[in-house]
């Protein structure tokens, strides 16, 4: 107990903020599909600032939760290929483990992609410090990480 005042966290907050995002590109599919690991907590955070409240991973979890995940997706996290306009979301679903939920979505890829664009800029409007770290796999092999902040929130990976 004498730790955590110690070094000034309450037991209710977690000290770092940082998502997780594994895009994983997978050719013969012509899809990408994405996991994407957010602290439960600041992911209600996030949709509660955009006026909805869902109670995520309690009893009182609103139905329509993963309809605002989704649109919370949409804004946050946008995938493009070869340079050309966002793909569309196939959002999944979620899970949740300990204190952090999973979330499962996946892109339509054309026959052919050079290049694939990422913007994640997850959680970055709750804490200027907030620290996306993506890793782009192509058939389960990584290609490359790259870790996105609240000013640097979009990069463009080349495949080979």
């Not at 107990?1 to 000290?15: D, K, R």
């Not at 996946?106 to 620290?131: A, H």
């Amino acid at each position: 107990m004498l730790s955590v005042f110690a070094f000034g966290f309450s037991t209710n907050e977690h000290p770092i903020y940082v998502s997780i995002a594994e895009v994983d590109y997978f050719t013969e599919k012509r899809e990408i599909q994405v996991a994407l690991k957010i602290f439960t907590d600041d992911l209600e955070k996030a949709i509660r600032k955009e006026g909805k409240k869902v109670n995520l991973d309690t009893p009182k979890e609103i139905k329509t939760a993963d309809i605002y995940i989704k649109n919370y997706l949409k804004d946050k996290f946008n995938v493009k290929v070869n340079e050309k306009e966002n793909l569309s979301i196939n959002y999944v679903g979620k899970e949740y483990i300990d204190d952090a939920t999973w979330m499962y979505f996946s892109y339509k890829t054309p026959k052919r992609v050079k290049t694939i664009t990422i913007k994640n800029s997850v959680i970055t409007e709750l804490y200027p410090s907030q620290k996306n770290l993506t890793h782009l796999k192509k058939d389960r092999i990584i290609i490359d990480s790259k870790h996105f902040t609240k000013k640097r929130s979009t990069a463009t990976f080349t495949l080979k």
